[in-house]
């Protein structure tokens, strides 16, 4: 059932745990400003809405106001130069990679972090090889929750909606593959928020060494469930 099947997945917080490197470079940014730090909570709560929208609730919860653009810019440029010092792939990610991509299915990632940022680390964790097309949340128009993200990459990718899956970790994943008409698994051990089956997803997982059952079973049009490994 994988074979022509687009498995597309979110990466912070699905894929990677880029957790400690997006605090490392949030903080070092704050901190040139004088602005005191944010705990990996913080950040991994918000990860998902991307570097700017970090920053704007870093300033908010400190109740002061910056320059956001130089934050900013400061942000991408520490981020970029240690884009994978801390960062790792979940456990079971990569031998769910190879699993998935030795079944035939092409496999994609929608991401709102910056196309050029999620090459790079990809590339840095030698994953890049695994995935026919990536799109940022400047790849296109528009971005996560629009579905035109989603459906957008899936084509850049060969594949057809109708065929694909999204493996996500957040409301904002859940709200576009749902907008798209496409599946969604969600994992329990990325950063959205608890509790995650309240959001009425296909299907959830605990590891990824459930993945591939997981998806071969939304592909023949299994009932919503929990996968555990």
Same mark, same amino acid.
């Given at each position: ?85 801390? /960062?790792? %792939?979940? =456990? +079971? ?6 699993? &998935? @991509? ?5 496999? $994609? *990632? ?32 528009? /971005?996560? %929750?629009? =579905? +035109? ?6 084509? &850049? @990718? ?5 065929? $694909? *899956? ?34 009425? %997803? ?28």
């Amino acid at each position: 059932m994988m074979k022509d099947a687009t498995i597309v997945f979110d990466l912070d917080g699905t894929l990677v745990d880029t957790a400690p490197d997006l605090t490392n470079a949030l903080n070092h940014a704050l901190a040139r400003h004088g602005q005191a730090p944010v705990s990996a909570a913080t950040v991994r709560s918000l990860v998902g809405l991307g570097a700017r929208v970090m920053i704007e609730e870093g300033l908010r919860r400190a109740g002061v106001t910056g320059d956001l653009e130089a934050m900013l810019g400061e942000f991408l440029v520490h981020y970029e130069a240690n884009i994978a010092k801390e /960062s790792r %792939p979940f =456990p +079971g990610a990569v031998a769910a990679l190879e699993r &998935l @991509a030795s079944s035939g299915a092409r496999l $994609a *990632v929608c991401t709102n972090k910056r196309e050029y940022l999620s090459r790079r680390l990809l590339q840095e964790l030698e994953l890049k090889d695994y995935f026919g097309a990536v799109a940022g949340r400047d790849t296109f128009a528009v /971005s996560k %929750p629009d =579905p +035109g993200h989603l459906t957008g990459v899936i084509a &850049l @990718a060969g594949g057809k909606t109708s065929r $694909a *899956v999204m493996i996500g970790d957040s409301e904002v994943d859940l709200r576009t593959a749902k907008a798209a008409g496409v599946p969604i698994v969600l994992v329990s051990f990325g950063y959205g928020a608890a509790p995650l089956d309240s959001l009425e %997803p296909e299907a959830m997982i605990d590891h990824f060494d459930a993945l591939q059952g997981c998806a071969t079973s939304l592909l023949i049009g299994g009932a919503a469930r929990r996968f555990r490994s």
